[in-house]
C-alpha cells in the first residue's frame, strides 16, 4: 500500500521559471532520500501554476509520520536556505486511485 498526496501551487508572478529550476535540482534529490517517491511533476507557464505528487510507502499515518521527520531534516533546511517565497497559494491533499477504487 502505498498513499499519495498531490501538491498544487499556484506561484507569485514572475517566479515560475526560478520555481521550476530551483524544483528540479532540489525536490528529485531530498524528496527520494528522505523515502518518498515523486509520482510526476507537472507546469502550467501560462497561469502560474505547478502540480506534483509524492506517495510513500503505508497509510497516511505512515505518511504523515515520514513527512514530519522530512519536515524537520538538514536535507531540507539546506534546501530550502536563502530561498525567496515563490508559492502564492498551497493546495495540498491526499488522493484515491480513482482508477483502482472500488
Not at 524544483?23 to 518518498?36: D, S
Not at 501560462?46 to 509524492?54: D, G, I, K
Not at 510513500?56 to 538538514?74: I, Q, R, T, V, W
Amino acid at each position: 500500500m502505498k498513499t499519495i498526496q498531490l501538491r498544487r501551487y499556484t506561484l507569485v508572478e514572475g517566479e515560475y521559471d526560478a520555481f521550476v529550476a530551483w524544483w528540479k535540482g532540489c525536490m528529485p534529490r531530498v524528496r527520494p532520500a528522505a523515502g518518498f517517491t515523486i509520482e510526476f511533476a507537472y507546469g502550467l507557464p501560462e497561469t502560474s501554476e505547478f502540480v506534483w505528487a509524492v506517495s510513500a510507502e503505508g497509510d497516511e499515518e505512515a505518511f504523515l509520520a515520514l513527512e514530519k521527520e522530512y519536515m524537520a531534516s538538514d536535507a531540507r533546511a539546506e534546501v530550502f536556505a536563502g530561498v525567496p517565497q515563490r508559492v502564492a497559494e498551497y493546495n495540498i491533499r491526499f488522493v484515491e486511485d480513482a482508477a483502482r477504487a472500488s
